[in-house]
């Protein structure tokens, strides 16, 4: 099993910026993805942005829009998002997601992140 440990987020104005990392522990060694999720309540969580670990491939959802960015640390297992001139509607609670290759996927706790117009 993963472990995942997530930071970062918080409330910031519009127009602002904030960076989410996610940390993992436990199994790694067989680890194929990690992506970040958005969910509002009541909703379908919604893909933002994901790697594929074995090639750093980097792929983005449409939530995305150009104004993020993520990035890794192999050393530390970590992925972070870095999100630029954040919106109002990118209020959510973030989750980030570890897909090993030789066991059940692992969700973070979820980490909110509020923008106020």
């Known amino acids: 099993q993963v472990q995942l440990a997530e930071s970062g987020g918080g409330l910031v104005q519009s127009g602002g910026s904030l960076r989410l990392s996610c940390a993992a522990s436990?199994?790694?060694?067989?680890?194929?993805?990690m992506a970040w999720y958005r969910q509002a309540p009541g909703k379908e969580r919604e893909f933002v942005a994901g790697?594929?670990?074995?090639?750093?491939?980097?792929r983005y959802g449409y939530s995305a829009k150009d104004r993020f960015t993520l990035s890794r640390d192999v050393a530390e297992t970590a992925i972070f998002l870095q999100m630029n001139s954040l919106q109002p509607e990118n209020t959510d609670t973030y989750y980030c997601k570890a897909e090993p290759q030789y066991c059940e996927d692992s969700w973070g706790q979820g980490t909110q992140v509020t923008i106020s117009s």
């Open positions: 436990g199994s790694t060694f067989s680890l194929y993805d």
């Open positions: 790697i594929r670990w074995t090639t750093g491939n980097i």
